[in-house]
């Protein structure tokens, strides 16, 4: 693939890590963009499969390409039961219901996943919980129990001092 002479001097232009970039997507791009010829030139499914932009028709034994600007006319020469695209063992109906299974199935599990990890996020909580009320009590009946000590305490000096003086109760 060679450069066109305005895409040479932008290289020229621009810094080197954005000529090596730019260059990159140029070829990236040129790569992957197919035009009429190449597809129409493919005479089996293995060789007009290569190109991105092409499908193969079974039916019709024919390479064609399509149009990415609207859904309705990608494979307009052939039909989706007989259209084959990016590979030869599939058509593309199968292609779109496995890729839509597939998909399903990846977003189920992500939902399992984030349920499951907020359900025991809920109980570490709910335990986390459990253990500080625990604390908390046992906290209260020592703080309950030294409060009943000093009650008691009191209560004995109280009748020391009023039987050292004759105070009846």
């Known amino acids: 693939m060679t450069a066109s002479p305005q895409q040479f001097a932008l290289l020229h232009l621009c810094s080197m890590d954005k000529a090596i970039v730019f260059g990159i997507i140029v070829a990236l791009v040129g790569a992957n963009s197919t035009d009429m010829s ?64 597939f998909v399903a199935l ?8 984030f349920l499951w990890y907020k359900i025991r996020r809920q109980r570490v909580k709910k335990e986390a919980m459990k253990k500080r009320m625990a604390e908390e009590e046992e906290r209260n009946i020592i703080r309950q129990h030294e409060l009943d000590v000093k009650h008691e305490e009191r209560k004995k000096l109280t009748d020391e001092i009023r039987n050292r003086y004759g105070i009846a109760e």
Do not use: P
């Open 38 to 101: 190449s597809c129409e030139n493919s005479i089996t499914c293995e060789t007009c499969s290569l190109h991105s932009s092409c499908y193969w028709c079974t039916s019709s034994h024919s390479c064609h390409s399509y149009s990415l600007n609207n859904f309705d006319t990608y494979f307009q020469y052939c039909d989706w039961a007989d259209a084959r695209w990016m590979q030869c063992f599939m058509n593309v109906k199968g292609l779109i219901i496995i890729t839509t299974v």
């Open 106 to 113: 990846l977003l189920m599990a992500v939902i399992s996943f």
